[in-house]
């Protein structure tokens, strides 16, 4: 009789251990939804910086917001956030995004519709940054590369795209004619991983 009171003490003692674990990280999970709602919209903003302005509210990268300013600065002096690091290499990605974004992502076809390509593989979607033309019908094709991680629950909220990626092939979408100043994001679900089209 002792033995089995003594399973069912371990039994309710697990189901509580449980239950305190999942009640501790449901915040954690609601947060990082409404970040992303904030990423999505910094990027739709009429700001410069759309990568800095997701970058700052992603569940993933370091949180410099003033409720958490103490934990912000101490790893400020320990590593560099997420912006710094966006900050230091924007020009030098602009650039070489824009160059490869003229040559090779972005393109009319026959029918003057454009056709954006981006690929997504393990580690996120390149290039992040696309400037596209506006007034123009436009395809998206997403072209999967050993993608395995969250860049294949794909959305683009402002159009209320959402799709799961394969994890090798190709994706199509269409986004429509977008006016001049348009920024489309497109997000993985988790806000991890992100790229934005600007129209132009």
């Not at 449901?26 to 990082?32: D, M, Q, V, Y």
């Not at 949180?63 to 101490?74: M, V």
């Not at 002096?77 to 070489?96: G, K, V």
């Not at 994001?185 to 992100?194: A, P, R, T």
């Amino acid at each position: 009789m002792g033995k089995k009171r003594l399973n069912n003490i371990k039994k309710v003692a697990g189901a509580i251990f449980v239950m305190l674990l999942l009640f501790s990280i449901l915040p954690l999970l609601s947060s990082c939804k409404g970040d992303y709602q904030k990423a999505l919209e910094g990027a739709n903003a009429n700001d410069t910086s759309s990568s800095s302005a997701i970058s700052k509210y992603n569940c993933c990268s370091k949180n410099t917001s003033a409720d958490d300013s103490s934990s912000a600065q101490d790893n400020n002096t320990e590593n560099e956030t997420a912006d710094e690091i966006l900050s230091d290499t924007s020009e030098s990605a602009s650039i070489s995004q824009t160059t490869e974004t003229d040559s090779q992502n972005t393109n009319i076809n026959d029918n003057n519709q454009q056709i954006i390509e981006i690929t997504a593989r393990s580690g996120g979607y390149y290039p992040e940054k696309i400037e596209a033309k506006a007034d123009v019908p436009t395809k998206l094709i997403i072209n999967s590369k050993d993608a395995y991680g969250c860049e294949r629950a794909f959305i683009i909220p402002d159009l209320n795209i959402s799709e799961i990626l394969p994890e090798n092939g190709k994706t199509s979408f269409d986004l429509g004619v977008q006016p001049k100043g348009t920024k489309l994001v497109g997000i993985c679900s988790m806000g991890m991983y992100y790229f934005v089209i600007i129209f132009s």
